[in-house]
């Protein structure tokens, strides 16, 4: 089941946050997150917050998602007030979002438009199973104004999906990129999984190979963890399947390096690869960047100006708190300089674009040093200030930032 929420500090009813967050509300990159905590299945290796149909209970229902994510977005604009900027980027992640209706998804946006404006060529984006769409739901999304889909395909391997619990078709995700092309979307990503356990380096090569054939212009590849209470992490418990392995993990990494490159797309963030800026994720950028943005939905995270809040987790908990006019807000933390500080280190560094050395405490840069000799910063970009990870230096990123960071 989903993990538990942190503790935090009490949000007041309206959800209003301290003044200094809203100093500078304008100057930074501004998105909206929208979580959609609906999935027709569990997978095994998962621990995000959602819930299948057996799973919701009382008190909510896709149904009415919709009309609850808008109060949240209405919400969301009394307590930014007028200061609040267009929006850069809207993503909608969950859960499938795509079990909603379409039209459900639209009216959110439209929300979001209404109440904030979206600026000009404003990137949207939502996730989606391949089973989840047909031509005729793509097209309307890209009607109602979405720019951007990202696919979970995780693999083409059968065997490997059905460790992961996985319940879509091989070569269903290749179907869905075309679709998705047919309707008019120009950006459209593949979510790829590495290092499952019974998975081999041929098994991923032919996964890589498949994707690419499917002809995306980003893909996101991601080494598999295991969560603790995940269906996954008791059958490894219990004996049935091996942990992954972190040099196979490694190794998987490098051919994932390799095939994508090869075929014209690039490393921007250690785990996504675009076929040039136009391609890449302005929304997870925003993150990775330190940019604004407000979470809607059960268990969304949200961030503006040095406060982090997250709402309340299950579905029913989440509609009723909106129905009685309160924020869902669970708790809330303000984060000192020191704690921006140490964030910025290990979020930028994980950029190709890098971090600046100028911006980095001396002893870090000291460290940076460290980690030039050592082959784990790019030597020329060194040179022009900027740290920036080499291939070995992003397979010992962990490491890097730690020696960073305080």
């Given at each position: 089941?989903?993990?538990?929420?942190?503790?935090?500090?009490?949000?007041?009813?309206?959800?209003?946050?301290?003044?200094?967050?809203?100093?500078?509300?304008g100057s930074r990159p501004f998105g909206f997150y929208v979580h959609v905590p609906f999935c027709a299945t569990r997978c095994g290796y998962c621990d995000f917050n959602t819930?299948?149909?057996?799973?919701?209970?009382?008190?909510?229902?896709?149904?009415?998602?919709?009309?609850?994510?808008?109060?949240?977005?209405?919400?969301?604009?009394?307590?930014?007030?007028?200061?609040?900027?267009?929006?850069?980027?809207?993503?909608?992640?969950?859960?499938?979002?795509?079990?909603?209706?379409?039209?459900?998804?639209?009216?959110?946006?439209?929300?979001?438009?209404?109440?904030?404006?979206?600026?000009?060529?404003?990137?949207?984006?939502?996730?989606?199973?391949?089973?989840?769409?047909?031509?005729?739901?793509?097209?309307?999304?890209?009607?109602?104004?979405?720019?951007?889909?990202?696919?979970?395909?995780?693999?083409?391997?059968?065997?490997?999906?059905?460790?992961?619990?996985?319940?879509?078709?091989?070569?269903?995700?290749?179907?869905?990129?075309?679709?998705?092309?047919?309707?008019?979307?120009?950006?459209?990503?593949?979510?790829?999984?590495?290092?499952?356990?019974?998975?081999?380096?041929?098994?991923?090569?032919?996964?890589?190979?498949?994707?690419?054939?499917?002809?995306?212009?980003?893909?996101?590849?991601?080494?598999?963890?295991?969560?603790?209470?995940?269906?996954?992490?008791?059958?490894?418990?219990?004996?049935?399947?091996?942990?992954?392995?972190?040099?196979?993990?490694?190794?998987?990494?490098?051919?994932?390096?390799?095939?994508?490159?090869?075929?014209?797309?690039?490393?921007?963030?250690?785990?996504?690869?675009?076929?040039?800026?136009?391609?890449?994720?302005?929304?997870?950028?925003?993150?990775?960047?330190?940019?604004?943005?407000?979470?809607?939905?059960?268990?969304?995270?949200?961030?503006?100006?040095?406060?982090?809040?997250?709402?309340?987790?299950?579905?029913?908990?989440?509609?009723?708190?909106?129905?009685?006019?309160?924020?869902?807000?669970?708790?809330?933390?303000?984060?000192?300089?020191?704690?921006?500080?140490?964030?910025?280190?290990?979020?930028?560094?994980?950029?190709?674009?890098?971090?600046?050395?100028?911006?980095?405490?001396?002893?870090?840069?000291?460290?940076?040093?460290?980690?030039?000799?050592?082959?784990?910063?790019?030597?020329?970009?060194?040179?022009?200030?900027?740290?920036?990870?080499?291939?070995?230096?992003?397979?010992?990123?962990?490491?890097?930032v730690r020696d960073l960071t305080p």
């Amino acid at each position: 089941m989903p993990s538990v929420l942190p503790d935090g500090d009490p949000v007041p009813p309206s959800g209003e946050l301290p003044s200094e967050a809203l100093d500078g509300l304008g100057s930074r990159p501004f998105g909206f997150y929208v979580h959609v905590p609906f999935c027709a299945t569990r997978c095994g290796y998962c621990d995000f917050n959602t819930y299948t149909a057996s799973e919701l209970g009382p008190g909510a229902s896709q149904r009415d998602y919709a009309a609850t994510a808008v109060e949240e977005i209405r919400l969301a604009r009394r307590v930014l007030g007028d200061a609040a900027p267009p929006v850069e980027t809207v993503f909608f992640g969950g859960g499938t979002p795509t079990l909603l209706p379409a039209a459900d998804l639209v009216r959110i946006l439209d929300a979001i438009g209404e109440e904030f404006g979206l600026r000009p060529g404003a990137e949207v984006t939502t996730e989606a199973n391949p089973e989840s769409v047909d031509p005729a739901y793509l097209k309307e999304l890209r009607a109602g104004g979405f720019t951007r889909m990202s696919f979970g395909m995780q693999s083409a391997g059968e065997h490997v999906l059905a460790v992961l619990d996985r319940r879509h078709t091989p070569g269903r995700p290749a179907e869905a990129v075309r679709e998705a092309r047919d309707a008019g979307f120009e950006h459209v990503n593949l979510d790829l999984i590495y290092g499952t356990p019974g998975e081999s380096d041929d098994d991923w090569r032919a996964s890589l190979e498949a994707a690419l054939a499917a002809g995306p212009d980003h893909v996101s590849a991601y080494s598999l963890i295991v969560e603790d209470g995940t269906r996954l992490a008791a059958r490894i418990r219990r004996g049935e399947l091996p942990m992954p392995d972190d040099d196979v993990a490694a190794d998987r990494y490098l051919i994932a390096e390799e095939m994508l490159t090869a075929a014209g797309l690039s490393w921007y963030e250690i785990s996504n690869w675009a076929a040039g800026d136009e391609a890449r994720c302005r929304h997870n950028l925003l993150y990775w960047t330190g940019g604004d943005w407000w979470g809607a939905g059960p268990g969304a995270h949200s961030h503006v100006g040095g406060t982090r809040w997250w709402n309340v987790k299950h579905p029913a908990a989440y509609a009723a708190r909106l129905a009685a006019g309160t924020s869902p807000a669970h708790a809330r933390e303000v984060l000192s300089a020191e704690d921006r500080a140490v964030e910025r280190v290990m979020l930028e560094l994980r950029l190709a674009s890098g971090l600046p050395l100028a911006d980095l405490a001396p002893q870090a840069r000291t460290a940076c040093a460290r980690a030039l000799a050592d082959g784990l910063l790019e030597v020329e970009a060194f040179k022009a200030g900027q740290a920036v990870l080499t291939l070995r230096g992003r397979l010992l990123a962990d490491a890097v930032v730690r020696d960073l960071t305080p």
